[in-house]
């Protein structure tokens, strides 16, 4: 599934911060396929290129499961069987 936004420059209407944008480019020949990460208040991006084993992330690549051990802790989550459920906090 691909992640549809309207993309709009400055919006804070969710987040109450700038959105981030984002745009999916299908694989093309032997290039895979990749989501662009574009800042929601300037020009700054990220570029994500993914496959079935694999992650590039900003130039850098890894297994998915490394990239899960570095990204949850930091996105809040973590692992519980094959689900990922928000990470509760000291006296939660």
């Known amino acids: ?30 290039k895979c396929p990749r989501y662009l990460l574009k800042c929601g208040c300037c ?4 570029e994500i290129y993914y496959a079935e084993d694999g992650l590039e992330i900003g130039g850098v690549n890894g297994a998915i499961d ?9 996105l809040l989550l ?5 689900v990922f459920v928000p990470k509760l906090g000291p006296g939660s």
């Open 66 to 74: 490394d990239w899960r051990e570095i990204l949850l802790p930091l």
């Open 1 to 30: 599934m691909v992640l549809k936004r309207l993309n709009r420059f400055y919006d804070t209407s969710r987040f109450r911060q700038p959105q981030i944008r984002v745009y999916h480019r299908r694989a093309k020949g032997k």
């Open 43 to 46: 020009e700054d991006q990220l």
């Open 78 to 82: 973590e692992r519980k069987g094959d």
